[in-house]
C-alpha cells in the first residue's frame, strides 16, 4: 500500500470493513464510467477503493457495495449545489447556501413561533458519525428546543436494544468480538441473512463449522445463510416467540438447565420458567410449522457444545413483539448457562453503519449522549452542564420515529430530516407519503436527491464519508476512525456545517463546531460516567489500536488518558444491572398483530437483497449493483404460484389493508408456501412498505415490518385483474 492511502471504513453498513482510498485521476476509479443511465460524467469519483488487510474485523474482505462505494463520489453522481423550492412555480432550483440556511432557519423558526417549539421535530439516521448524531441531538434539544427528534435507528435495533437494556442493564450488540463466533461450540441464527447482508462476515461461520462447530438458521425462507447451516429452522413468520418458549421448555423437560449459573449470576429464573413450560412442544409446532423433531435436535445441538451463542437480527426484531421475542432467546441462554462466559452469549446484529454509535449519543426520542436516559434527573445535569445551558430548558421525551411521521403535518409542522429516506423505507409508506407532503415546512441534507428529498422544501447537498473525518462504532461497539481522504466538490458542506450554519441563524453563535475531533472531545465529557462511556477514547488511541471497545472510561488522577484498555468483552464478571444478576423476564407467545384470514389468506415478510442497500437511495445509483438487482420482487413457493396460475417473471399484485404492489413473481422452492417475501430497496409501485402494517410493540416501538397478511392477484397482460383464493393451510416450508 503506498503513502498516500488513507485507511478508513466503508459507508454502508454495521460491519464497517476496512478498506483503503488511493487516489485516482479524473473518470478513473472504482468501476469508472459505469455510472447509473441519466446521471452526467462530470469528473471522477478522485479516489479508489483498495483492500486493507490488516483491518481485524473484515480483513480485507469487500462485498460489492464496499468495492464500488467510491463511485457516489464523482460530483456528477450526487447533489454539489443547494436546492430551493420556487414558492411561484413549485420547482426545486439551485441556491446560494446562505439563502438555503436562512430558508430553512426561518421555516423551522416561523413554525415554532406559531405552533410552539415541539411543532419543530428533527428525524436523523443510523448512518451518520457519532459526530453527527451527537450534535444533531444538541441542535433538537439546545438550538430548537424541541423534544421531537427520532431517527430510523427506532426501525432497526431497537426492540433487541430494549431486551439487552432489560436483561443484562445494558446495550451493546455484540458483548464479545465477532471473531469469537468462529470459537464457539454452536450458534443459533435467528433471522439474518448474513450472507447477504454482511458478506465478509460469513468466513467466521465457515470457520466456525471447519472447527467443527454447529450452526443453526431459523428463517422462513432457505437463504443463502441458512444453505450453510447443519440446521434449518422454517418457521412461520412472526411465531420467534413460540419457537424460541418451545426450545426452553425442552431445556427444561431434559434437564439441561445450568441450575449453578441460575443460582450464581441470574435472578427471576422461577417466573420465566413457569412462562416456558406452558409452551409445549407440539403446541409449538402448530404455531411455527417447525416439527418437533427438529426442536429436539435444535436443543441437542445448542446444548451438547461446550459453549454456544444465540445471535439475532431483523427477522425477529421486526416484529410488534420483537423485545419479548429477543427476551426469550435471552432466557434460553441464560437457563443453559450460555451467558456471560467466555465464547457464550447472546448478540444482535446491528446493521447500519453506525447503528450502534447512532443509539447512543442522543438523538433517540428518550435519550442523552453515552446512552443516558433523558428522564434521568443526574443525566440531565451532566450534559446539561456539559452543554452550558439550564437542567430545565432540556425537553423531555418525545414520540418515537413512526409515531413522529405519523403527526407530521397535524402536531409536528415543520420537520429537519439528515440521513433517512422515509418515503420508501417508513412502514405504510403511503401514509408516511402523505403525512410528509402536508408539513408546511420540510428540509433534507442528503447526498443524493432521495425520494423525500424531492419532497422538501429546502435540500442540502453534503459531503460523504470520504471526504469528511468522523467515528462510527460497529456491531461490536468497537469505536473506529474513518479519515477525510479528499476534499468535498465545490458547492457541498458537511453535516456538522449545516448544523452550524442553523444554529447561529437560531441565536446560537456558540456551541456546534465544525471540526469534528472538536465534537468527539466533547461528546467524551457528556458521555462520562454514562453506561456507554467513551471519555478515555482518542482519535490517535482508535487509529493505533484497530478501534477501541466501549465503555472505556477516562482513568481519574494519576492515570493518563489512554490507561483504560477498553472493554471487548462485557458481563464476564458480572451483568450491568445494579444487583449484577442478569434478569429472567417471563414472556409468552402472542399472535403477529395482523393474522392471515379469508381476505388476506398469505403472510408477507419483507428484507434485504445483496446488492442494494436500505431505501436504495445511494445504491440504486450505483450502475454495477443496479445491474445486479434492478428492481422489486415478490418471492414465492411454486405451489402458490401454480394456484395463481403465475410464471416466473410475471406481475403480481400483493395487497393488504393498507394499500397493493406490483413486482414480478420471482418463483422458488426456497421459501415456505404460506409466506411471500419482497425486498423493500425500491419506491413506485413496488414499493413493499405501501404494504407493512405500522403495529408498534409496546416497549421498543419498532414496527412489524416483518409480519403482515396479504392477498396476491395475478395481473394479466392487458390489464385485466384477478384475484385468485389462495389458502394459507400448508405449513412445511420447501419439504
Ligand atoms: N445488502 C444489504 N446489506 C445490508 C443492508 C441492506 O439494505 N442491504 N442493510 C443493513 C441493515 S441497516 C440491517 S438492519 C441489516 C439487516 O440484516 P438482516 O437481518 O440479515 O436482513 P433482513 O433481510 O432484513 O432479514 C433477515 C432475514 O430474516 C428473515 N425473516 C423474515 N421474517 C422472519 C421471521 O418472522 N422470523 C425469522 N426468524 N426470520 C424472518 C428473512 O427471510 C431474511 O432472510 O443488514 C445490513 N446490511
Ligand atoms: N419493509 C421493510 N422496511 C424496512 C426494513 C425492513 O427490513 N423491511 N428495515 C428497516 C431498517 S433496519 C432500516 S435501518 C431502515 C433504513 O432506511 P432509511 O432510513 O431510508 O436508510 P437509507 O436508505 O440508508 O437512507 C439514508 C439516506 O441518507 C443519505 N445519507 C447517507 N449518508 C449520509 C450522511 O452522512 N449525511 C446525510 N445527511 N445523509 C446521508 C442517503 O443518501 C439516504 O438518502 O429501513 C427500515 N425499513
Ligand atoms: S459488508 Fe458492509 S461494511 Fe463490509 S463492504 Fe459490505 S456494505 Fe461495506
Ligand atoms: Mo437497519
Not at 427506532?154 to 470459537?183: E, I, N, Q, Y
Not at 465457515?206 to 443453526?216: A, S, W, Y
Not at 441450575?259 to 409452551?279: D, K, L, Q, V
Not at 447561529?504 to 457528556?526: I, M, N, Q, S
Amino acid at each position: 500500500m503506498n503513502a498516500a492511502t488513507v485507511d478508513t471504513h466503508c459507508p454502508y453498513c454495521a460491519l464497517q470493513c476496512g478498506m483503503g482510498l488511493r487516489p485516482a485521476g479524473p473518470g478513473t476509479g472504482t468501476a469508472a464510467g459505469a455510472r447509473a443511465a441519466g446521471a452526467p460524467a462530470a469528473g471522477g469519483p478522485g479516489v479508489e477503493v483498495v483492500e486493507r488487510p490488516g483491518f481485524p474485523v473484515n480483513r480485507g474482505a469487500l462485498c460489492g457495495k464496499g468495492r464500488t462505494a467510491a463511485e457516489l463520489l464523482a460530483p456528477g453522481a450526487r447533489l454539489t449545489t443547494p436546492l430551493v423550492r420556487n414558492t411561484d412555480t413549485g420547482v426545486l432550483e439551485p441556491a446560494g447556501w446562505d439563502e438555503a440556511l436562512d430558508r430553512v432557519a426561518a421555516g423551522l423558526r416561523r413554525t415554532g413561533a406559531a405552533h410552539g417549539r415541539d411543532a419543530v421535530g428533527v428525524f436523523g439516521g443510523g448512518g451518520l458519525t457519532n459526530e453527527k448524531a451527537y450534535a444533531l441531538g444538541k441542535f433538537a434539544r439546545v438550538a430548537l428546543g424541541t423534544s421531537q427528534i427520532d431517527y430510523n435507528g427506532r426501525f432497526c435495533m431497537s426492540s433487541a436494544a430494549a431486551a439487552h437494556g432489560r436483561a443484562f442493564g445494558l446495550d451493546r450488540g455484540l458483548p464479545f468480538p465477532l471473531a469469537d463466533v468462529a470459537r464457539t461450540g454452536c450458534v443459533i441464527l435467528v433471522g439474518s441473512n448474513l450472507a447477504e447482508t454482511m458478506p465478509p462476515a460469513l468466513r467466521y461461520l465457515t470457520e466456525l463449522r471447519e472447527n467443527g462447530g454447529k450452526l443453526i438458521v431459523v428463517d422462513p425462507r432457505r437463504t443463502r445463510t441458512a444453505e450453510q447451516a447443519d440446521l434449518h429452522l422454517a418457521p412461520r413468520p412472526g411465531t420467534d416467540l413460540a419457537l424460541a418458549l418451545g426450545l426452553l421448555h425442552l431445556v427444561v423437560a431434559q434437564g439441561r438447565t445450568d441450575e449453578e449459573f441460575i443460582a450464581a449470576r441470574t435472578s427471576g429464573w422461577a417466573e420465566a420458567r413457569s412462562a416456558a413450560m406452558a409452551h409445549w412442544p407440539e403446541m409449538v409446532e402448530r404455531i411455527t410449522g417447525v416439527p418437533v423433531p427438529q426442536l429436539r435436535e435444535a436443543v441437542e445441538l445448542f446444548c451438547d457444545a461446550a459453549s454456544s451463542m444465540v445471535l439475532t437480527a431483523r427477522g425477529p426484531e421486526q416484529q410488534a413483539k420483537g423485545t419479548d421475542t429477543v427476551g426469550a432467546w435471552i432466557n434460553l441462554c441464560l437457563a443453559t448457562g450460555r451467558a456471560g462466559r467466555e465464547l457464550s452469549g447472546y448478540g444482535c446484529l446491528t446493521g447500519q453503519g453506525n447503528g450502534q454509535g447512532g443509539r447512543e449519543h442522543g438523538q433517540k426520542a428518550d435519550q442523552l449522549p453515552g446512552y443516558r436516559k433523558l428522564d434521568d434527573p443526574a443525566a440531565r445535569r451532566h450534559v446539561a452542564e456539559v452543554w452550558g445551558v439550564d437542567p430545565d430548558e432540556l425537553p423531555g421525551p418525545g414520540r418515537s420515529a413512526y409515531e413522529l411521521l405519523d403527526a407530521l403535518g397535524r402536531d409536528v409542522r415543520a420537520l429537519l430530516l439528515m440521513g433517512s429516506n422515509p418515503v420508501v423505507s417508513a412502514p405504510r409508506a403511503a401514509h408516511v407519503e402523505e403525512r410528509i407532503r402536508s408539513l408546511d415546512f420540510l428540509a433534507v441534507a442528503d447526498v443524493v436527491l432521495s425520494e423525500t428529498a424531492a419532497l422538501a422544501d429546502v435540500v442540502l447537498p453534503v459531503a460523504q464519508w470520504a471526504e469528511e473525518t468522523g467515528t462510527t462504532t460497529n456491531l461490536e461497539g468497537r469505536v473506529l476512525l474513518r479519515r477525510r481522504a479528499l476534499a468535498p466538490p465545490p458547492g457541498v458542506r458537511t453535516d456538522l456545517e449545516v448544523l452550524n450554519g442553523l444554529a447561529a441563524r437560531l441565536g446560537r453563535e456558540k456551541g456546534f463546531p465544525t471540526t469534528p475531533e472538536e465534537v468527539f472531545d466533547e461528546l467524551r465529557r457528556a458521555s462520562a460516567g454514562g453506561p456507554a462511556d467513551y471519555s478515555g477514547i482518542t482519535y490517535r488511541r482508535i487509529a493505533e489500536e484497530d478501534g477501541v471497545f466501549w465503555p472505556c472510561p477516562q482513568l481519574p488522577e494519576g492515570g493518563s488518558p489512554t490507561d483504560h484498555p477498553g472493554t471487548p468483552r462485557l458481563f464476564l464478571d458480572r451483568f450491568a444491572t445494579p444487583d449484577g444478576r442478569a434478569r429472567f423476564v417471563p414472556v409468552t407467545h402472542r399472535p403477529a398483530d395482523e393474522e392471515t384470514d379469508d381476505a388476506y389468506p398469505v403472510v408477507l415478510t419483507t428484507g434485504r437483497v445483496l446488492s442494494q442497500y436500505q431505501s436504495g437511495a445511494q445504491t440504486r445509483r450505483v450502475a454495477e449493483l443496479n445491474a445486479a438487482e434492478p428492481g422489486p420482487f415478490v418471492q414465492l413457493h411454486p405451489r402458490l404460484a401454480e394456484r395463481l396460475g403465475i410464471a416466473d417473471g410475471e406481475p403480481v399484485a400483493v395487497v393488504s389493508r393498507r394499500g397493493r404492489a406490483v413486482a414480478p413473481a420471482r418463483v422458488s422452492g426456497a421459501i415456505r408456501p404460506d409466506t411471500v417475501f419482497m425486498p423493500f430497496h425500491w419506491p413506485g409501485e413496488g414499493r413493499a412498505n405501501t404494504l407493512t402494517n405500522p403495529a408498534l410493540d409496546p416497549t421498543s416501538r419498532m414496527p412489524e415490518f416483518k409480519v403482515c397478511a396479504v392477498r396476491l392477484e395475478a395481473v394479466r397482460t392487458g390489464g385485466a385483474v384477478e384475484t385468485v383464493e389462495v389458502g394459507g393451510s400448508e405449513r412445511n416450508p420447501g419439504a
